[in-house]
C-alpha cells in the first residue's frame, strides 16, 4: 500500500509562486501513476494535473501554463510547482497514486494523501 504525504502549501499574495511536494513511501513509486487534486469549499473535488510512470503529463485546463507538474523517482516524490497563483486557486490540495493512469484521470485512484491548504489572497 502506498502512504503519500503532501507538504509546501502556504497562504500567499496573487501573482506569487509556490511548490507543493507529495513524498510516496511503500511499493516502488516508479510504478505508479500520480496525480494533484484540489478541492475548494463548497465544490467539487477536481484533478488538476496527472503524470504517468513514464512522464507523460496533462492537465486542467484552468492551470494549463501556470502549473507544472513533475516527479523524481529516485526521491519517491511527486512536485506541483505553481506560479502567478490566483484567489481561485484557493483550495485543499491532494495527491493520487495508481497504478492505472485512467483511474487518476478519472478522479478514482486508490491512492490518497491528507492534503495540505493553499490559500492566495488578493
Known amino acids: 500500500q502506498v502512504q503519500l504525504v503532501e507538504s509546501g502549501g502556504d497562504s500567499v499574495q496573487t501573482g506569487t509562486s509556490l511548490r507543493l511536494s507529495c513524498e510516496a513511501s511503500?511499493?516502488?513509486?516508479?510504478?505508479?501513476?500520480m496525480g494533484w487534486f484540489r478541492q475548494a469549499p463548497g465544490k467539487e473535488r477536481e484533478r488538476i494535473a496527472s503524470?504517468?510512470?513514464?512522464?507523460?503529463?496533462n492537465y486542467t485546463d484552468s492551470v494549463k501554463g501556470r502549473f507544472t507538474i513533475s516527479r523524481d523517482n529516485a526521491k519517491n516524490t511527486l512536485y506541483l510547482q505553481m506560479y502567478s497563483l490566483k484567489p481561485e486557486d484557493t483550495a485543499m490540495y491532494y495527491c493520487?497514486?495508481?497504478?492505472?493512469?485512467?483511474?487518476?484521470?478519472?478522479?478514482?485512484?486508490?491512492?490518497w494523501g491528507q492534503g495540505t491548504q493553499v490559500t492566495v489572497s488578493s
Open positions: 493520487a497514486a495508481d497504478l492505472w493512469y485512467n483511474r487518476v484521470v478519472a478522479g478514482t485512484p486508490n491512492y
Open positions: 511503500g511499493p516502488p513509486y516508479f510504478m505508479y501513476c
Open positions: 503524470i504517468d510512470e513514464t512522464g507523460p503529463t
